[in-house]
Nanobody
């Protein structure tokens, strides 16, 4: 089973930027869809951005224009570039992949904290 490992989270001031990485232990070309989700304390996990194997993307309204998702199949990695960060972006960010055999795969999450 392929494992997903997120990195790149941290503490940043409002208006700053972070780039999250999701490294897979195997080939990601098998995943039709990969995405980033987040969960803030006391809230449900929500979709932030997804990208298909063909490169199509979709973003949550709350991050549209501020975030960019991309995938590098050669490096088996998916990225989330986040700009103009806001305190309300504070959450644990999770990487998800949909595997045709194993179904939904999740990483362990990486904390993003945006200070005002």
């Amino acid at each position: 089973q392929v494992r997903l490992v997120e990195s790149g989270g941290g503490l940043v001031q409002a208006g700053g930027s972070l780039r999250l990485s999701c490294a897979a232990s195997g080939n990601i070309f098998r995943f039709n869809v990969m995405g980033w989700y987040r969960q803030a304390p006391g809230k449900k996990r929500e979709q932030v951005a997804v990208i298909t194997s063909g490169g199509s993307t979709n973003y949550a309204d709350s991050v549209e224009g501020r975030c960019t998702i991309s995938r590098d199949n050669a490096k088996n990695t998916v990225y989330l570039q986040m700009n103009s960060l806001k305190p309300e972006d504070t959450a644990v960010y999770y990487c998800k992949a949909v595997d045709p055999i194993w179904g939904a795969l999740w990483g362990q999450g990486t904390q993003v904290t945006v200070s005002s």
